[in-house]
């Protein structure tokens, strides 16, 4: 069973090939033209995913050592995304698959994402064999579920306003630093000190504005970026160059510890004993440390993707087109899936 994946919900063109569950090759292009602009600009990358589309879903081909004559099934990210760009990818699976004439199905990108830290090259597949609490936190969502044996799932906070990766780019920004800057802050980090500046943690324990803040796993970070804005203009350029390190480090870990405290908050509600984190962020050092060592006191079981299934890829697309296959999900030859642009919109919609 050969499954080729494609994705282009933002700016990363990818396409992968999974046989019989396993991944057999992942070709990701990133897209490096916005980065004078200080975020992903929709045209933009619509057109280079248009340019690149053929030769990357041609090399995940060949990297399989296959013909598109051996595929079983095509499947695409259908959405959340730009939607100019989720729309070239869509477009081009769904072409493929008619002119193939093999199954289509379309993928929900977040939900590809929760299963990401399960992506098999071969060891076997490690998924727990209960429900999981699953943490999704990229550029554009910051979403905490539980997640169920036969992939259905319940979304039990989302975030208010900005996302984490948005945080991380924005505050980032802020100081300085190219697009996109949560791996700039990553590293500027290490040579940091976290607790140079407190900065607020919305909607937590530590927050002094919300009384109620337990049991409410809503995250919030607009607060955050105003704090960090308001706090920069106060000080001068040279003590800002002077403390880049430890004001990175402190915003790190202003996110880090709310993303932590609300994940740990729905395990122990719940009783839950496993704990997954994907999407960009979770490629986040700091992160994937703090949520160890409170998995590790608690006795949770923590997942996480390998660092190149972090960030948007094509391996998870088609890994969960195979999960979905697996679990008694008919693949149809129905060609004419429209994009959707929102979580929102996608929740309403029946593929
Ligand atoms: O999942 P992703 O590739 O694309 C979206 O679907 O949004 O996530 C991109 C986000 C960006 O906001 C980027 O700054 C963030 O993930 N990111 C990181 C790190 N690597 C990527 N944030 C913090 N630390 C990192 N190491
Ligand atoms: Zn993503």
């Not at 991380?168 to 140079?196: C, N, Q």
């Not at 350029?237 to 480090?249: G, V």
């Not at 923590?302 to 969960?320: E, V």
Request: charged letters at 20%.
């Amino acid at each position: 069973m050969n499954i080729l994946g494609i994705e282009t919900s933002c700016d990363e063109t990818s396409g992968a090939i999974v046989r019989n569950g396993n991944v057999c090759s992942t070709v990701i292009s990133s897209q490096l033209c916005h980065s004078s602009f200080g975020g992903v600009v929709p045209e933009l990358a619509s057109r280079e995913h248009e340019r690149l589309i053929v030769s990357i879903v041609d090399a995940a081909i060949n990297e399989a050592n296959i013909t598109k004559n051996e595929l079983d099934a095509i499947a695409a990210t259908a959405g959340p995304g730009l939607i100019g760009a989720v729309m070239v990818g869509l477009s081009f699976a769904q072409g493929l698959a008619w002119a193939l004439g093999v199954p289509f199905v379309p993928v929900n990108h977040i939900e590809a994402h929760i299963f990401s830290p399960f992506i098999s090259e071969g060891a076997g597949h490690h998924a727990p064999e209960g429900p999981f609490v699953s943490l999704t936190v990229s550029g554009g969502h910051t979403l905490l579920s539980v997640v169920e044996p036969d992939l259905s799932y319940s979304v039990v906070g989302r975030t208010l306003d900005d996302a984490a990766g948005e945080a991380f780019d924005k505050t980032g920004k802020m100081l300085g630093l190219p697009y996109p800057a949560g791996p700039v802050i990553d590293k500027l980090a290490e040579e940091g000190d976290p607790s140079f500046h407190q900065f607020p943690r919305a909607l937590t324990s530590q927050s002094q504005s919300s009384k109620s803040w337990q049991g409410n796993f809503d995250f919030s970070f607009s607060g955050l970026k105003t704090s960090v804005l308001t706090w920069l203009q106060r000080e001068s350029p040279e003590f800002i160059e002077l403390h880049k390190a430890d004001i990175a480090a402190s915003i790190q870990s202003a996110i880090v510890g709310v993303l932590v405290e609300k994940s740990m908050g729905v395990a122990r509600s719940r009783g839950i004993r496993a704990l997954s984190i994907s999407g960009g962020v979770s490629a986040n050092s700091a992160l994937r440390r703090a949520m160890q060592e409170a998995c590790d006191r608690e006795g949770v079981m923590l997942y996480l993707p390998k660092m190149l299934y972090a960030t948007d890829n094509a391996a998870m697309i088609a890994t969960l087109a195979n999960l979905k296959i697996a679990r008694g999900l008919k693949a149809e030859c129905r060609y004419n899936i429209a994009p959707y642009a929102s979580f929102a919109a996608a929740a309403r919609r029946r593929d």
